[in-house]
């Protein structure tokens, strides 16, 4: 059994920062990829970025130069630093871990419950 449970939402004003972390536990052989989504009213699900098993990471457009993923594998977490929130930030940040269990090839994703970010003056 794998659970994911995500911290380190709140209200900023804009241009403040925040720092979410999302922690695995459970039965884990090993870490693919750690990846963050957000969702807000009334939109689709979108990908914020992630990190491979190699520590590359991508990110979308619109947060390049502001986020960035990190992940300590030592503790199975992975953290969305976000700095010069804008308003158009403000939503439900969810992460998504892939998880092999076993020494074999198989993996599993697993989704946090979601931590909302809000931004605004």
């Known amino acids: 059994q794998v659970q994911l449970v995500e911290s380190g939402g709140g209200l900023v004003q804009p241009g403040g920062s925040l720092r979410l972390s999302c922690a695995a536990s459970g039965v884990i052989f090993s870490i693919n990829a750690m990846r963050w989504y957000r969702q807000a009213p009334g939109k689709e699900r979108e990908l914020v970025g992630y990190?491979?098993?190699?520590?590359?990471?991508d990110y979308l457009d619109s947060v390049k130069g502001r986020f960035t993923i990190s992940r300590d594998n030592t503790k199975n977490t992975t953290y969305l630093q976000m700095n010069s929130l804008k308003a158009d930030d403000t939503a439900v940040y969810l992460c998504n871990v892939e998880i092999r269990p076993s020494s074999d090839y198989r993996s599993w994703n697993y989704w946090g419950q979601g931590t909302q970010v809000t931004v605004s003056s």
């Open positions: 990190i491979d098993s190699m520590g590359s990471s």
